[in-house]
C-alpha cells in the first residue's frame, strides 16, 4: 500500500502534535509492505500556515497526492481536501477549540466555526489519539463512532526509570504556556503545599506567564533534560483543562514518577489507576493530589510502569495501518 502522509505540522509545531507525527511516521517508514511519501508544503511563519489553510491542503495537496500515485492519505491534523480521488484519514488530537474556544488565537477560532467540522465529517474515516478524543468527536462532530480509529500516542525511548535525576524538591509541570494548561491553578497549588513548581514548555499565548515565587520556567528543554526532570520530581501535577491524550502523563509513568492530574479527562483515560485525579478548577484539590502523591509514591511508581509500558509506537504504527487498510475498503 502507498499512502501519503502530511507532515507539514511539523515545520512549526514541536509540541505533542509533532512528536505524534515524528513517531509515528519513523515506525510506518520501516514496515514491510507499506511505501510511505511524507507530504508538506511551506515553512514555519503564521502567514505561511494560513495559507496551508486556505490553498495547500484544499488544492494543492490533492495535486501532490495524484502525482505520487498514493493509495490512501493520511491527513495528520484536522486540516484535509474536502474532496479526494482516494480515501483520506483525518487525525483528531484533540477538539478543544470547540470546547475552549477563548483558550485560542483569532485565526483557530475562525477555523473551528467555518472548515473544521466539514474537513472531518467528509474523511473518509477518522483517527483519535484516545478513546476519551474518540468519544468527544462523535459528540461534537456527529460522526459515527465506528467510522473513528483509536492510534495513541507513545513514549519515546529517553524517557526511562533509570537515570539521571535533577537535584531539588520540586513538583513539575510540562507544557506550552496557554490558558488551557491550567498554570495558575498549578501554581498557586505548589504553593499550597510549600513546594517549588519548575515549568517546562515554549511560550504560547493568552498573556500566560510562568517565574517568581517559587517558580522556575525552563523554557524547552531536550528530551535528555526533560527525563531527567520527570525522574528528580517529587510529581507531575498536569491539572489541564483539556487534552485529547496528555502526552506529559505517559513519559511521566514511563519515568516512575507519579501524576496529579485533572479527573473526568483524556489524561484519567491515559493513566487508570496509576494517577492521583482532582479537580482541575480548585488549587486546594490539586495541592491534596499533590501530597497524596508523595504519600502514595511508590505505589503510583509501579502502576504508572505497568501502565506506560504498553505505549509504544509499534503498537500505534499497528492501529494506524490497521485504519489504513479500513479506508482502502
Known amino acids: 500500500m502507498n499512502v501519503g502522509i502530511d507532515a507539514a505540522p511539523l515545520v512549526q509545531d ?37 495559507m496551508r489553510d486556505v490553498v495547500w491542503y484544499p488544492l494543492l495537496l490533492p495535486r501532490q497526492v495524484r502525482a505520487a500515485e498514493i493509495d490512501v492519505l493520511h491527513c495528520t491534523i484536522y486540516r484535509a481536501p474536502l474532496r479526494s480521488r482516494i480515501p483520506v484519514l483525518v487525525t483528531v488530537h484533540d477538539l478543544a477549540v470547540l470546547r ?9 477560532r475562525l477555523y473551528a466555526r467555518t472548515g473544521l467540522r466539514r474537513t472531518i ?29 483509536v ?54 499565548w493568552g498573556g500566560v506567564e510562568a517565574g517568581g515565587n517559587g517558580v522556575r520556567w525552563l523554557g ?29 502523563v505517559a513519559e511521566a509513568m ?3 514518577t507519579p501524576v496529579v492530574t485533572s479527573r473526568d479527562s483524556a489524561m484519567a483515560d491515559v493513566a487508570g489507576p496509576a494517577a492521583v485525579l482532582v479537580d482541575p478548577l480548585d488549587p486546594r484539590s490539586i495541592a491534596d ?20 509500558r504498553g505505549l509504544t509506537w509499534a503498537h500505534a504504527a499497528d492501529a494506524a495501518v490497521a485504519a489504513y487498510e479500513r479506508a482502502a475498503g
Open 14 to 50: 514541536t509540541a505533542g502534535t509533532a512528536r505524534w507525527i515524528r513517531g509515528l511516521l519513523g515506525e510506518l517508514e520501516h514496515r514491510d509492505g507499506l511505501t510511505v511519501r511524507r507530504l508538506s508544503w511551506g515553512g514555519p511563519g503564521r502567514w505561511t500556515a494560513a
Open 100 to 108: 475552549h474556544p477563548d483558550a485560542f488565537p483569532a485565526w483557530t
Open 121 to 149: 465529517r467528509a474523511a473518509t474515516r477518522v483517527i483519535a489519539v484516545s478513546e476519551f478524543s474518540r468519544r468527544e468527536t462523535a459528540e461534537l462532530c456527529d460522526v459515527d463512532l465506528s467510522s473513528i480509529d
Open 151 to 204: 492510534v495513541p500516542n507513545a513514549v519515546e525511548p529517553v524517557f526511562v526509570p533509570d537515570g539521571t535525576r535533577a537535584a531539588g524538591e520540586y513538583v513539575l509541570a510540562v507544557g506550552t504556556l496557554e490558558p488551557r494548561k491550567n498554570l495558575s491553578r498549578a501554581i498557586e497549588a505548589a504553593r499550597l503545599s510549600g513546594l517549588e513548581l519548575r515549568v517546562v514548555g515554549a511560550r504560547g
Open 220 to 248: 524547552r528543554v531536550s528530551d535528555t533534560e526533560l527525563a531527567e526532570l520527570y525522574r528528580g520530581a517529587c510529581c507531575l501535577v498536569y491539572p489541564s483543562l483539556y487534552e485529547g491524550f496528555g502526552i506529559p
Open 254 to 256: 514511563a519515568c516512575g
Open 289 to 308: 493530589g499533590i501530597d497524596a502523591a508523595t504519600v502514595r509514591r511508590a505505589e503510583l511508581v509501579t502502576l504508572g510502569l505497568e501502565r506506560a
